[in-house]
């Protein structure tokens, strides 16, 4: 895999610089639909899971989530933009934050383990980045994020069976990122498709 993936965070990056630390940086379209991720996710958190990784965490919407439903978990967030990590580490100085680039800097952070490792929205966009780049970029990084948890890692995807597709936009085949797991990962996973027609939340345990 080479370096193209960076084209994706250069993208947040920029946006960031655009809009400031809101939403409209992260490129969703509302908070109600990103609420209906996080209620998903959250169903597959449970009382035994002590610790949350949150890779490509933003400003951490995801937390005040956890915090609305007062779901306790140890809430850690990860991501590669600076001056978020700053930013949340100011707005919320009783979590943890990390700064890296986790397909290059991982062996240094290995202990960083947690029960749950959580990301949202981090394989769907592929800019100018081929299907096939994307698709060994995502089956990389899902290795590593397992590597980081514990219990389980919880992903979506934007799902390719749809009848219009942005080409900015990147859409997985179930089919083929099951194999994936099956043969690379775990044969223990969850799949859910009933939150959002156009995407799948998947949940894979140890």
């Avoid at 655009?18 to 597959?44: I, Q, V």
């Amino acid at each position: 895999m080479n370096n193209e993936y960076k084209k994706i965070i250069n993208h947040y990056n920029n946006s960031f610089k655009k809009h400031g630390f809101n939403m409209k940086a992260l490129n969703w379209r509302s908070l109600k639909d990103n609420n209906a991720r996080f209620k998903t996710a959250t169903e597959h958190i449970n009382s035994n899971d002590k610790s949350i990784l949150d890779f490509g965490c933003g400003t951490s919407l995801f937390f005040n989530f956890l915090k609305k439903k007062k779901i306790k978990i140890k809430y850690n967030g990860l991501d590669t933009n600076r001056e978020v990590v700053e930013y949340c580490k100011k707005k919320f100085p009783k979590n943890k934050y990390y700064c890296f680039d986790i397909m290059n800097e991982s062996k240094k952070y290995k202990n960083l383990k947690n029960d749950v490792v959580f990301a949202n929205g981090i394989f769907t966009q592929k800019l100018t980045i081929s299907n096939n780049n994307m698709y060994l970029f995502t089956f990389s990084l899902i290795k590593k994020l397992f590597k980081f948890s514990k219990k389980k890692i919880i992903f979506n995807i934007l799902i390719d069976d749809v009848e219009w597709k942005n080409p900015k936009n990147f859409y997985v085949s179930i089919n083929k990122i099951l194999k994936f797991i099956k043969n690379e990962i775990s044969d223990k996973i969850v799949l859910r498709l009933d939150y959002n027609k156009f995407e799948c939340m998947i949940v894979v345990y140890k």
